[in-house]
């Protein structure tokens, strides 16, 4: 499902290489005369148009005249459409004012070429030989907080760069001071067939984040979010030593805990599952258990035709009243409520843990516990259900960041080309290219780091949606046929990688084969896929006022709520806290999520 509908429709097979027809590049001999590269050709041409026909009057004859002055409008008109070239280059080059704030993929390495700095890589020099756009940067940041400052302070000044990615929040404050771009028509003058095909195949649900009254403010980020369902990953060898069958049911799950601890199969600090302290974490948190009893854990989800906030469902009580009961029986380790993840990961790896729930990424700590005890085997299964009955998965389709353009900016089809250019590069038919693009090892002599290349704003947050269940697909086939050839790069690779892992177990190809492997993370969810089980967020809209001031301390109330009742105490308390979260503006956010919902449904 998907928002409610089915969503098996969405998958297509672009793991398969396609060619994406982009506009042949032609001589431009009919622009001389016309001195500018802008999106306003079509003023510009009425005026070369009537300018050519004045002369025209003075030479020649009526009929004549006639003649020139369509054969100049033919001719600026077909400019037109050659200019609007989604990789098209600028005869002369222009400038673009941006903000970058690097999330930690990014690792430069000054004195290596490509690799010098924000300012200087291999996409600013792409965008400059290829495209024929300068990028500067009016503020570079390290730090999340800080970019974020810096966009505040921007608009306070009215000094705002051309373009930049932001987060939901100042997207918003933008998008209410009137100072976004309007990109409907250059999104359709100039993004490339591929990036409009990725925002369709979601069905709609990026473009609505950045759309109002019909109109499109700044870019849209496609992305995978049906890839966010919960699994559960459980140590198949010692279900194998006890004789025991990967649960089905939330009952059967407790009783296979129970078995592991009490059997003390991972020594005397044995825990039958894993969990840290962040309950809203998509690894090793809450989210997989409350999801067997049908939550969406911190998702709006449609309850008796009306929209409801997951976390305060009347489900939750019965599956806090569980949880209760096993941190008591010593299921769960003591001190989870102040464990991070990183310190929950260490007992995994040394094989404290037989089960742990997470997402098709992130089985943390399995990659760990196989290379300190090869005999450490981990299977990948639905998450168990009250009944038993098939799981329901859960995904998130919240965008969290925005492309911004400036409503003053000069050329904003500059910022079009250059996503396209990412999407291009990074989803290439050429290995060479996406190799060169994407993820690299550090220089020799620089240590072993593996890192991203930098993606100046925009490059590694955009994704076709299902597009890493198409890779799974295009893997299964490759390994059924041996056949590569008409298959992305990045099938390919992952396809290498699979079978390296299955012929000679080598680790560094661990990550690939769980989730890309005939049994692993994706083979779950193509299934669930095909049977309608994923559903995402109902609510597919940035947030409202209320939520932006509310919603993060009434939700921090609220899981403390949770702990308490997990740890012990009645579930009053949690059934208290529910009623503070609507009171203090829970309610007026469920009120605005209807209204949107029934407007836009």
Known sequence: MWNGKPVGDIVTSEYQNKEVPIMEKKMLAMLLGISMVTMSLAGCSRQASDTSSEKAKESVSEAESAEAEQTDAGDVEQAAEEIKDPLGKYEEEITLRGAWGNSGAAVFYPGHEGHESAEDNMYITAYQEELGIN?????????????????????????????????????????????????????????????????DADGGIARSYVTEDGKMYGLPFAGSQPDTVQLIYIRQDWLDQLGLEVPATIDELVDVAQAFVDSKLGGEHTYGIAFCDNYGDYDLSYRGFLAGYGVYLNGWQLEDGKVVYGTTRDANKEALLKLQEMYQNGLIAEDFSVSPKETVKESIAAGEVGILYGTFWNGTGTQEAKEMNPDAEWVIAEVPTVDGSPAQGFASASSSNFIFVNKDCEHPEAVMKIMNLHIDKLNNEDPEVVAYYGTHEAPEGEGNVECQHYHAFMGNNVNKPWKNLNRYLGVQEILETGNTEGYTADVVNNYNSVKEYMETGNMDCFFQYMVFGPEGTFSIINKMKEEGRITADVYSACPTETMIDKKDLLDEALMAAVYKVIMGEDISVYEKAVEDWYKNGGQIMTDEVNAWYASNH
């Open 135 to 199: 990028v500067v940067y009016d503020w570079i940041s390290e730090d999340g907080e800080a970019y974020k400052t810096k966009w505040n302070l921007a608009m306070a000044q009215n000094n705002l760069p051309d373009f930049g990615v932001v987060d939901s929040n100042i997207y918003m404050a933008l998008r209410d001071g009137g100072l976004i771009m309007d990109m409907s028509e250059v999104f359709e003058q100039y993004a490339s067939d591929t990036y409009k095909e990725w925002l």
